[in-house]
DNA sequence: GATGAATGAGTCTTCATTCAT
DNA sequence: CATGAATGAAGACTCATTCAT
């Protein structure tokens, strides 16, 4: 039989590599960088731990790359909330929701980690100190500006209040599902803190 | 100068101790159960790393104590909070504050931080398993049923209400310093989550 | 057009089996054995780095299977040197500047090299110590006693001058290039050692 | 039982630091860069594996340490060697048979070997590359002029016949103790290359 | 009691070798 | 036959714990 073609493998490349970020997000959101040994991102890919490092360089440049896609992802998430359907408090509770959805959540939980974290790569240390989160809180004072505006949000210093928010949403995502009994506050008791 | 008799050496010992605890509640609370190098605590507590070993059998019997002794207290301080004075919104509001203080704060920030950490001791996991928040909350639901009553906090379940609120406390907690710029979230804005 | 036959097929496995060996020639004679990676082989030979398997169970046997048949090899140059045209002394002339032809340097770099090498395989230790060099010398001694008798060459042990003098060339050649500046001795100053 | 005091702590890591040194010389000069396994460098100095680490950061920092230091000491040989006793050849003669006392030996044989080893670190290469071996030939150029002049030594570039005096000498030391029968070439023999 | 050098089990990383395609 | 992705054993490195002083 012959051999795979070059783009195939191009693919399978690829495939595996966003496989490998992805298990290791879901690790490194859980155990913090230290805490996860790359035997556990092995197990989670059910790949080899040997195969890990076909696709990066150590354990600290899958982190760095991690973080820094994300960041980037993010990024791009909270440019697009005006962009949403409704009005401003709709928007942002559209985002909020979409924050805690099994498929953004370990993002913003391994972000909101690392942040805290000091024992995370010193470049990961730069990257936060760099880009503050009032870069990312920025991008969504416009919409908060008008829902001021609109009377759906309460009055007071924009960025103040988005910052407070996010803090306490992100906080709540580190839990991964809060309290046991009832779950993870329900959305519309967290935009209490925005609301008029 | 005679030599110290069985009594002085044992407050020495006492005293060691409890540095000790208080050196590694520090570190443990910054950087994690697996992040916190014994060389480091010995280096906060300014004492050897050989030491520490004659005061604790190993790092993990060290952090279970913590952990025990720090719930024990936690419990005592939240069964006192109806013994405060003022209304139930201002004795909340004083424990909420308490919490926030340089002394109590390192010690929220370990069992909020350890509550999530995957990394901890087996027998850690257990403690909280079996000693829920909710035990702890159960101690504030009087204080606030009775500000309920007096129109002081919102209306609605509280146990949930009250998890939800120290969710939020403990979270933002574990961020140390908060956000730069406006620094920890304001007492009143949190209040705002309970308050009618 | 129709496959290849059985014959066509002998000589393709033949031909790169030699270009294996060839390659890895180039890279043990530079890298030494555990210096030499097998992808370092491949890419060299301009293959995958599997198909090295197809033709050697494993770098262990291409390595010896290298020193057995470089030894061989050596053997017959040596024993032929008497039938090269000239003196005794133009005859080891000839032979040192063989030594140094492109194609015969990497034979002689690799196995002077391993013979130094403590990183060798056992199976390559022992080729070494059954067969010293003074196999390989003995073969020269009676070229050399001739050189002597019609007064071309220094009076002394023939064999120990032989000896120092390929052990010196020998060394030399491991440098591949010498010193930059002076390149590689002139054999001319080397024939000094042996010459009256 | 009082603890050591500061000074002894210290005399106990310089001599520790020095045997490591000293082991890892060893076992670097007979097996190169890669071929020497920190636990072999360990068992050389009988200890653990782990003490390395307590002082070098890496088994490519304790080479490179080695490296550096070593060249600096023998440019320290090579210009002190106008001031030993004796005609520049009989200096010379001495330079040479230092070389290959067990003290110095080991020395030698790495710096020769690691010149020519691709598997070195980055750095060493650096250092080899801007300390080219003129630099240390250099300093002996005055005794060899000296000697020519005196009619011990040979007419010709005195650079020239000094570098291939030296490869030569360099090249036979990393055999360690060349052929069995003769041991090391006589070390008059090696002088007839200089003398006239 | 106190110190910090020393140990060794556990983690990260490399690379010869295997195997699905 | 040929490829290169995947594996796993072996080697480098870290750090909780021990122990001589």
Do not use: C
Not at 104 to 122: G, T
């Amino acid at each position: 039989m012959s051999p795979l073609n070059k783009q195939q493998l191009d693919q399978i490349r690829d495939e595996r590599r966003e496989e490998i970020k992805q298990a290791s997000l879901k690790v490194f959101a859980r155990r913090g960088y230290k805490g996860t040994k790359t035997s556990l991102i092995a197990k989670e890919a059910s790949i080899s731990e040997g195969l890990i490092y076909r696709y990066f360089n150590s354990k600290k440049e899958l982190f760095i790359t991690l973080i820094q896609e994300l960041m980037e992802e993010a990024r791009r998430e909270l440019e697009h909330v005006h962009h949403l359907p409704g009005t401003p408090f709709e928007q942002l509770r559209n985002l909020t929701e979409n924050m805690f959805d099994e498929n953004s959540k370990y993002a913003f939980m391994l972000i909101e980690r690392s942040r805290k974290d000091e024992n995370v790569p010193e470049k990961v240390t730069q990257i936060f100190e760099q880009l503050p989160p009032n870069v990312l809180i920025d991008l969504l004072v416009p919409t908060f500006v008008k829902g001021q505006k609109s009377g759906e949000f309460s009055p007071g210093e924009p960025r103040k209040l988005l910052t407070w928010y996010f803090t306490i949403v992100n906080s709540l995502l580190t839990q991964e599902q809060g309290d046991e009994e009832y779950g993870l506050p329900d959305v519309d008791v967290l935009m209490r803190i925005l609301a008029k």
